[in-house]
């Protein structure tokens, strides 16, 4: 600064202007390959749902928050009996009704974890949301609202009578009025699920 001129001149070191450079273009390079690789894709999604009869579209983008989310509800589903087809003749009702309770539940509190910054910033968000919410309310909730509660008061019953004693549960299970029409709809429950997880597979792997 120089007052009698009335003048601001400023000196830069070479070496600074080219490590500026160099540390800028690394970084750009570095951003460029976390793109890549997470990807920032749509990722077309459409379900129908058996229980709903409803045929509905989604188009999600993959992102980090989006492939986040993806990936949690993802391995809930494939370590539960949720994602793994049902067996007739092996599964106990009871715990496959517990295991899609806990899901409700897990799904329900990542729902609650986006916040609503992101929410409002993120319109991809609020698709991803949309279809975790529709495969609570019209994949899961139906067939449990018709079936779970008369189910598992009738089970406990069951469970008390001396006739029941040293019975499998998959004995008793199958006294169950309802049990026929409630097989095939926890089937086609379990379908969606499978397919819901494909579908969260295709997200976290941009495909």
Do not use: C
């Amino acid at each position: 600064l120089d007052l009698e001129k009335w003048t601001l001149s400023f000196k830069m070191n070479l070496i600074v202007i080219i490590i500026f450079i160099i540390g800028f273009v690394i970084i750009k390079y570095i951003i460029a390959r976390i793109r890549k690789k997470t990807g920032t894709n749509i990722i077309p999604v459409e379900f129908t749902y058996e229980l709903g009869g409803a045929s509905i579209k989604y188009e999600i983008k993959r992102n980090f928050i989006n492939v986040e989310v993806a990936h949690k509800i993802y391995v809930e589903l494939i370590t539960r009996k949720a994602a793994l087809e049902i067996e007739e003749n092996k599964d106990v009702i009871e715990e496959v009704y517990n295991s899609w309770y806990n899901l409700f539940k897990i799904t329900r509190d990542e729902l609650k974890n986006i916040t609503g910054d992101i929410l409002s910033n993120d319109n991809s968000t609020n698709d991803l949301e949309n279809l975790l919410t529709d495969i609570l309310n019209k994949g899961l909730r139906p067939h449990l609202t018709e079936y779970q509660a008369k189910f598992r008061k009738w089970y406990t019953e069951e469970l008390e009578k001396n006739e029941n004693k040293g019975k499998s549960p998959q004995d008793i299970q199958r006294n169950f009025t309802e049990y026929k029409e409630l097989i095939i709809s926890m089937k086609n429950v379990n379908s969606l699920l499978i397919k819901y997880a494909g579908e969260l597979n295709r997200i976290i792997k941009g495909k």
